[in-house]
């Protein structure tokens, strides 16, 4: 979409870590937790968008937000299933094996 986030019209960056005046906004408690002081608390902020995403980074947000997947560990996957009671990652493709197809094919050490 854009290159920064202080590009993008509907961003709270500007407000975040800019100062810009934002009549709608509400400062998240996450926001205001990282300090006392506004140009402090600003400059902090805006240190979080310093860097860019690795484009491989950005790919897996993508693929996982426009699936409704969980992007985390193991740990935090299985935090969400328990909260949501659904699958939060991609599940096998293809159709499930007939039981019998699949005992013949443990038998014989093929997957």
């Known amino acids: 979409m854009v290159e920064h986030p202080g ?3 509907w961003s709270s960056y500007r407000a975040n870590a800019q100062g810009e ?6 400062y998240h408690p996450l926001y205001a937790g990282l300090d006392r002081n506004d140009r402090t608390r600003q400059v902090a902020y805006g240190e979080l968008f310093r860097y860019q995403l ?3 980074i950005s790919d897996e947000i993508r693929a996982v937000t426009s699936d409704n997947y969980a992007l985390g560990s193991s740990h935090f996957q299985a935090q969400v299933v328990a909260m949501l009671v659904r ?3 991609p599940g096998k493709s293809g159709r499930p094996r007939r039981r019998k197809e699949a ?3 443990e038998l014989f050490g093929e997957d």
Do not use: A, F, K, M
């Open 7 to 9: 590009e993008y019209r």
């Open 21 to 26: 005046s934002s009549t709608p906004l509400t």
């Open 54 to 56: 690795d484009p491989g």
């Open 87 to 89: 699958r939060v990652t």
């Open 103 to 105: 005992r013949s094919l």
